[in-house]
């Protein structure tokens, strides 16, 4: 059997109490005492549960972060940025698939109240209220990545959704497009979807082009959509020569979509994305796409939630294009 901390402290002729302050440096003993306890401890191979460490110093050195799809680049980009600050500080991520409906978020919010995690990232959600109203009963840090809340004060970090696509479209329009085309995400998204859609809508507004409903389609930001967007846009507007997609998942379904229907990209279709994924780099031909600063976002995130040279402030981070191989410039 794994050895408790009573058979540390029987082993060693003290207190729990006394081995408890030693595993968490406490003070309260001799060093002779210190020595004789960390002996026992490595003769015996004891390792302390991080969550009885936690009814002492009060941290479990643990922290959650809910997403709504595991299986997308930029989760995993998001992940690894995470991962890796919480590493280095010695903190566990207690990981949790919200589905891309939200509908286990209240029950990993209860899960992680259970667990006693120090702190939670969420990221790529709206927050419902009940959302909301669970987070507050929890009374513990949250920060949100890629999303913000109206209601509750906590600190979030993402990229400006509306400059930054608006940004794309401007870029598409420089090139000498005017007949341009958007696989949006879902017009009930008002984290990223619609800011996204006015962004889209506003450059080619200021550069007096027409905006019409028939040039977006409305998908998820995953690939599939991305393909039934294509189509749809092919089949209502045929005339478009350029298409923004507002994730880089739907702007590779945009590119197999074309690819089946004998279009080049770029000379007859230019396709610009949105994340900067490892997607956008392995695309045929290699995608220009909107950079998202996700890795930093994700060290950020831990450092904010736990108040490691970080303030306790909202943060827009920086965007800025990525040219590759799917934009041309027309003659």
């Known amino acids: 059997m794994r050895p408790t901390i009573n058979d540390v402290a029987k082993q060693a002729g003290v207190s729990i109490a ?32 991080a969550i009885a460490r936690g009814l002492v110093n009060k941290r479990t050195k643990t922290i959650g972060v809910l997403l709504p799809s595991l299986s997308s680049r930029l989760s995993a980009a998001l992940l690894k940025g995470i991962e890796s600050s919480a590493h280095q500080l010695d903190y566990s991520v207690i990981i949790c698939d919200t589905e891309s409906d939200g509908k286990r978020t209240v029950e990993y919010l209860d899960v992680l109240s259970e667990k006693q995690v120090d702190g939670i990232i969420i990221t790529s959600e709206w927050l419902k209220d009940v959302y909301e109203e669970a987070i507050e009963a929890m009374k513990i840090p949250v920060v949100l990545v890629l999303t913000s809340s109206l209601h509750l004060q906590v600190p979030y970090i993402k990229v400006d959704d509306y400059q930054a696509s608006y940004q794309a ?60 967007c294509m189509e749809e846009l092919l089949e209502r507007s045929p005339d478009i020569t350029a298409v923004f997609a507002a ?4 702007a590779v379904g945009a590119l197999s979509c074309a690819y089946k229907r004998g279009i080049n990209v770029p000379a007859d279709l230019s396709i610009i994305g949105y994340d900067d994924t490892q997607d956008a780099e392995m695309a045929i031909p290699p995608l220009t796409t909107v950079h998202q600063p996700i890795y930093e976002m994700g060290e950020m995130a831990v450092k904010k939630l736990l108040n490691i040279k970080e303030s306790a402030e909202s943060v827009i981070m920086p965007h800025y294009i990525i040219e590759r191989d799917s934009v041309r410039k027309m003659d």
Do not use: C
């Open 18 to 49: 006394t081995v408890s302050r030693i595993i968490n440096g406490q003070t309260g003993y001799t060093a002779e005492t210190r020595k004789k306890v960390v002996n026992v401890i490595q003769e015996m191979g004891y390792i302390p549960n």
């Open 247 to 250: 994730s880089d998942e739907m």
């Open 169 to 228: 479209t401007k870029y598409l329009i420089e090139k000498g497009h005017k007949k341009i085309g958007m696989i949006s995400g879902t017009k009930k998204d008002k984290l990223a979807g619609l800011p996204r859609i006015e962004g889209y809508k506003q450059a080619l507004s200021d550069n007096r082009l027409s905006v019409s409903e028939d040039h977006i389609a409305y998908g998820d930001f995953a690939y599939k959509s991305g393909v039934r």
